[in-house]
């Protein structure tokens, strides 16, 4: 059974930093794209970023672009830096993996990220 589970969310003030961790079980993560989303209250789910399957390719939406990056190691784990965070980054991040094209075909369950002024 595959299985992504988030870690690394909390409570940060503006201009702090939190990195996120997804551990991925169960088949072989390596050759397939991995990414991050996030949902605020009250919006739609969006796209933050994405790392290709050989970490060649990396991926942002533009309101995170030279504050986050992503990364990934070889033991199917994910990794979210969060810099600079703004009250705007107020969300549930969730890790999504096995992309194809626009959809994404497994996702985690999500962690809370806080950003207070």
């Known amino acids: 059974q595959v299985q992504l589970v988030e870690s690394g969310g909390g409570l940060v003030q503006a201009g702090g930093s939190l990195r996120l961790s997804c551990a991925a079980s169960?088949?072989?993560?390596?050759?397939?794209?991995m990414g991050w989303f996030r949902q605020a209250p009250g919006k739609e789910r969006e796209f933050v970023a994405a790392?290709?399957?050989?970490?060649?390719?990396t991926y942002y939406a533009s309101s995170v672009k030279g504050r986050f990056t992503i990364s990934r190691d070889n033991a199917n784990t994910v990794y979210l830096q969060m810099n600079s965070l703004k009250r705007e980054d107020t969300a549930v991040y969730y890790c999504a993996a096995d992309q194809s094209g626009s959809t994404w075909n497994y996702w985690g369950q999500g962690t809370q990220v806080t950003v207070s002024s």
């Open positions: 790392v290709t399957w050989n970490a060649g390719g």
């Open positions: 169960g088949r072989t993560f390596s050759n397939i794209n």
